[in-house]
C-alpha cells in the first residue's frame, strides 16, 4: 500500500525521450513528491505528475536564494528491481544544507521512503544502457510571497527524477580542467560546503570562461590566499601522489562533503592504499606534475562518479597527467565503485538499498 497520496497522470512522458541520447538533466520522469511546510510542520506530502508550479512574482527564493538541493541516483540492478546508493546520507547532508539557510529540517526517513516508492512509480524510467542512471534531485525552497530580507515562513520540498547517461559524454575519457586564480567560490564561513543554490551561482562566471575556452571544469582555490586547493565545480578532487591518494580536508568549510569521496576514501582501506585528507597547495600539485610524483588525479561525484582529470591549466600553462590516460588507481575505483551501486560486485559496507518492483 502507497504510503503518500498517489495522483495518476493520464499519459506518460516516456515517448518525448530520445532513449538513444539521453544527455544529462534533459529528460524528466512521469511522477514527482511534493510536500510543504506550513504552520510549523511538514506535510506528509503526495506523489503527483510532473509539472510546472504555480508561483508568485514576488515568491521570496526568486529574489533571496533560499534553495537547497541534493542529487543521487538509481541503478538497474542486473537481477531486477534498482539499487540506491547511500539514501541516508543525502538525508542527513540536506538537513546540513538547510541548517545552513534557515530552512526547516525534513524529516530524514520521509526523505528516503519519498525517494523509494517515487523509484515505483517511475521505475519505467530507469536506464539500462553502460553508465546509464536515473538521476535523483530533491530540492527545498522559501515559497513565502513577501519582499523582505529574512527567512521565509513557508517551503516546498519537491523530488524530481531524470533518465541519463552520463555527466560527461565519454565515460572515462580524463577532463581538461582551469585553476581558477582570479574568482573565488567561498569562503570560511559562507556556503561552500553546503548544496545551496547561491553556492552554484557563485561558479558560474569562471565555469563560464573556463568552458569557452576548451576546458570541462574549474578547480576552485582557496578564497582567501589563493593558494590551496578546494574542490572542482562539480566535484571533489583527489591526487596520487607517491602512491598515496591525497584529497583536500574538510576542515577549511568550504568544501562540500561529497557521499562519492567518502566512499571513495572507505574503499581505498579495503583496496591496500592510503588514503589522506590534508591541506594541499596548487603549487604542490604543480610541483607533483612536473617531478613525476603526481601520477593520476581523479574528481568524485554522484553526477561524475569517478572522472579522470587529464590536464590542469594554471596561469596560462598547462599540465599534462598521466600522459592524458586514465591512471589505475582511478580505474580501479570507477570499476568497484560502479560494480556495487550496479549490484555487480560485493557490497561490504552495506551501502546499496535495493527495491524490488
Not at 85 to 105: C, G, L, T, Y
Not at 224 to 252: A, K, Q, R, Y
Not at 334 to 339: A, I, N
Request: negative net charge; glycine residues 10%.
Amino acid at each position: 500500500m502507497s504510503k503518500f497520496k498517489f495522483n495518476p497522470r493520464n499519459d506518460t512522458l516516456k515517448n518525448s525521450i530520445n532513449w538513444s541520447k539521453l544527455g544529462f538533466g534533459r529528460y524528466f520522469a512521469d511522477y514527482m513528491y511534493i510536500s510543504h511546510y506550513k504552520d510549523g510542520s511538514w506535510e506528509e506530502g503526495e506523489i503527483v505528475p510532473y509539472q510546472a508550479l504555480p508561483i508568485e512574482p514576488a515568491m521570496m527564493t526568486l529574489h533571496y536564494a533560499q534553495t537547497i538541493f541534493e542529487g543521487l541516483k538509481a541503478y538497474k540492478n542486473p537481477n531486477g528491481g534498482a539499487n540506491l546508493f547511500r539514501p541516508e546520507m543525502n538525508a542527513k547532508r540536506i538537513n546540513r544544507s538547510a541548517d545552513a539557510v534557515v530552512i526547516p529540517q525534513f524529516p530524514e526517513d520521509r526523505f528516503v521512503e519519498a525517494i523509494k516508492e517515487l523509484i515505483y512509480y517511475n521505475r519505467e524510467f530507469i536506464p539500462s544502457g553502460e553508465g546509464e542512471t536515473m538521476y535523483i534531485r530533491p530540492f527545498i525552497f522559501g515559497s513565502s510571497n513577501l519582499i523582505g530580507v529574512h527567512p521565509s515562513k513557508e517551503y516546498t520540498m519537491i523530488i524530481i527524477m531524470s533518465p541519463v547517461g552520463p555527466y560527461y559524454k565519454d565515460i572515462l575519457r580524463p577532463v581538461k580542467i582551469k585553476v581558477s586564480d582570479g574568482y573565488v567560490r567561498a569562503v570560511r564561513g559562507g556556503l561552500g560546503s553546503v548544496k545551496a543554490g547561491a553556492n552554484y551561482a557563485a561558479s558560474l562566471k569562471a565555469s563560464d570562461i573556463a568552458e569557452k575556452e576548451g576546458y570541462s571544469q574549474v578547480l576552485w582555490l582557496d578564497g582567501v590566499h589563493l593558494t590551496f586547493v578546494d574542490e572542482v565545480g562539480s566535484m571533489n578532487i583527489m591526487f596520487v601522489i607517491d602512491g598515496e591518494i591525497v584529497t583536500p580536508s574538510l576542515e577549511s568549510g568550504t568544501i562540500l562533503p561529497g557521499i562519492t569521496r567518502d566512499s571513495v576514501l572507505k574503499l581505498a582501506g579495503r583496496l591496500g592504499y592510503k588514503a589522506t585528507e590534508r591541506t594541499i597547495s596548487i603549487n604542490e600539485v604543480i610541483e607533483g606534475i612536473e617531478s613525476g610524483r603526481l601520477t593520476e588525479s581523479f574528481g568524485t561525484g554522484t553526477a561524475a562518479a569517478i572522472s579522470p582529470v587529464g590536464l590542469l591549466s594554471y596561469r596560462g600553462k598547462d599540465y599534462t597527467i598521466n600522459n592524458f590516460e586514465i591512471g589505475p588507481i582511478s580505474q580501479q575505483m570507477y570499476d568497484t565503485l560502479l560494480g556495487i551501486q550496479y549490484g555487480k560486485l560485493e557490497d561490504p559496507f552495506g551501502w546499496v538499498t535495493r527495491i524490488d518492483y
